[in-house]
């Protein structure tokens, strides 16, 4: 399942899921939820269960979040205490808990987060970021990765326990925008934008306690990919270069791009994408 923000200046939500042939059935609009900058969050319990988050339209800078249950979307609901964001927010499953974690709202680069929707808590205290930060589970370790406050175009990662999180880690790369993390029953991957002009994807792998040299993917962005692992692949989604508005993805950061829909459906920010059946997205 794909979900994203419109075009420019439609800040409607939309969704649509691939069947197992790879072509898409016709985007249909989130209810009447809408956004208008970042993105969507979104995970999955990989069948029949999502949940996305979003930073509101217009003014409204309150964090959203809704349900997808195999037919339909549940209403939308702010979390408790009502938290803000400039930013995409990020989730994962963890330990049979939905955890959130985002960028706080104005000048407070400050990444927080909150386990079950439940209440907001500093992530750490040693992690900020001007984008919206990336988490997932894998190994027993919530993972999150961010890139760098302010100027500070490096990316960051850290694990939690379910107690405290540990010291943040540099990560040899760099991103003008939050990266991606999916993880696989193999391995934990972070997918990232490059640093300054650089519009490539970028992604890493990380296994038996170190990561993998970063290597090229296929397809270029201006804004942060994503990534979700889907059947027995991992599948990136992004929003194209400059006024490229289409989506397009790639399987397991080789195979060709692909236009979501032929081109037919278009965002101005990145999409999220997540797994709710074995054999579509």
Known sequence: MLIWKGKNADQRLFWSRAHSDGSWRDQQQVRYFGTNKGGIGAASDGRMTARAAWRGADDDSR????????????????????PRTEDRPALALHDGRTVM???????????????????????????????????????????????????????????????TWAQPHPFPGGSTHGP??????????????????????????????????????????????????????????WKGVGTDARMWT???????????????????DTPAIVSTFVTEL
């Open 63 to 82: 964090i959203w979040t809704a349900g997808w249950y195999g037919d339909g979307w549940s209403d939308q609901q702010t979390p408790v205490d009502a």
């Open 101 to 163: 974690a985002w960028r706080g709202v104005g000048p407070d680069q400050t990444i927080w987060f909150s386990e079950n929707l439940g209440p907001q808590r500093v992530a750490g205290g040693l992690a900020s970021s001007t984008h919206g930060p990336a988490l997932a589970s894998y190994g027993g370790l919530l993972y999150m990765a961010w890139k760098g406050s302010g100027g500070d175009q490096g990316l960051y990662w850290t694990t939690y326990d379910g107690r």
């Open 180 to 237: 991606a993390l999916a993880a696989s029953p193999q391995g934990l991957f972070l997918v990232w934008k490059g640093s300054g002009n650089d519009a490539g994807i970028w992604h890493a792998e990380y296994q038996n306690g170190r990561w993998s040299a970063q290597r090229p993917s296929p397809g270029g962005t201006s804004t942060g990919p994503s990534a979700a692992y889907v059947g027995n692949t991992v599948i990136t989604a």
């Open 250 to 268: 790639c399987r397991n950061f080789r195979e060709p791009q692909t236009a979501v829909a032929n081109g037919a459906f278009g965002t101005s």
